[in-house]
């Protein structure tokens, strides 16, 4: 949903965005995930969010992922692509056109973040077993917590069992 022009110049490397708000993140992340570049730790783009902002979210050469810093990317020789970003998405609104009902939603949450709309969401929650230890007397266990996007719950509705 994010047009091609985006997507090939996050996928060409050695940029950065200023991210001032969460909502500014979320749509770099959305449009990394699109173009499937991925964390630098190898979770997917929309599966992890920075905390504090303002940060910067760029594409670590090294390793062809991304990564956020606040004062890293302004010292590196990459290309600060923040009103180029921001611009293009804004002029792609009018072209988003879903194709099924999964980007009907899709488009709707982009569209609500770009007029700074707060958007409400439901997920669920998914353990990932990591690492388990235990003897005679004492056992523990290691897990992930990783939240899922339900893409079938529309922006009004909250879900019966919640």
Known sequence: ?????????????DWYVECKAEQDADLVLQACDEARIKWRNGYKATEYKPYNYPVDIGFYGEDNRITHTIKYF???????????????????????????????????????????????????????????????????????????????TSLTERPEDV
């Open 74 to 152: 302004k010292k590196s020789e990459n290309e600060n692509i923040t009103n180029w970003f921001f611009n293009a998405i804004k002029n792609n609104d009018s072209k988003l056109i879903p194709q099924n009902e999964e980007q009907e939603h899709l488009v709707q949450m982009l569209l609500a973040k770009l007029q700074g709309i707060p958007v409400e969401y439901w997920s669920t929650v998914h353990y990932k077993w990591l690492d388990s230890k235990h003897d005679a007397i004492t056992a523990s266990a290691i897990y992930r917590i990783k939240p899922t996007f339900n893409q079938e």
């Open 1 to 13: 949903m994010v047009n091609e022009q985006v997507i090939e110049r996050l996928k060409k490397g």
